[in-house]
């Protein structure tokens, strides 16, 4: 079973030894210079603010087992030559906070099923994984290598998260309604498989208004259907593909290609 504290540890650690490098290689001025080619418009000064910023808040939320977002004092964000030295600090704090309070323990989250300390635990394990990509993807533009192993258990259960908790719209809004349109996509990792049917999400959000989107619903026993798509390979490769940072290369889309790449397209998320 995924150890989630271990995995925020070793993810973030990764982290700053990538940026570490950078920094080396580039001198003080290099997390300023070099650019994230995985996030585009964002420098490595831009990337090693952003994971700070959300590990601080994530310790906030759970050591203060605060309410509401509100409630989380704004972090400050400091020159860009001790922005490495934050980071450290707050992966730091994150990981003593996630170690101290149970993993049942409740807390605030934006997601409904989500206000437990494991929740936090899981979301902030891929969190640090995503970033660390990015960190070394950044590190490879200036170096040529960089890249670390990803663990295959850890990047299963991202492909999960990501079908599961950021894209399924099983459970919905009263105000939303899903539509069919008759393909399914399988997704299939060594030990683990993932079926969905892709649709679109309408309905009038009283917040936001009319929405018509690209959505998709997790089917949990697939009810015998064959899908239209199937995407095969090692968990790392097709975690990082949906996340957009990294093509396919050992992995294979067997079938209706488009309907697999239209799942990728909703997984764009920032």
Known sequence: MTDFVECVAAESQHFRQAIEAIVAIGGDHALTTVEVPSCPGWTAADLTWH???????????????????????????????????????????????????????????????????????RRQAHEALIHRIDAELALQAVAGSGRSAIDEELAADGVDEMLGVMLDVSERPEWARFEPDGRTVGIEVPGRSWLVRLGRLTGDDPEYGPQDSSALEMLDDGGGLEPDSVIRGPASEIDLWLWRREDLSMASIDGDRAAAERVREMANID
Do not use: K, M
């Open 51 to 121: 994971l700070a910023e959300v590990q601080y808040f994530w310790a906030s939320i759970v050591e203060g087992n605060l309410a509401h977002p509100s409630a989380v004092d704004e972090l400050v964000r400091p020159v860009d030559g001790e922005l490495a030295a934050l980071a450290g600090a707050q992966a730091a704090r994150l990981v003593d906070q996630l170690a101290r309070h149970a993993a049942w323990e409740p807390c605030w989250s934006w997601y409904p099923r989500g206000n437990t300390v494991g929740w936090v635990r």
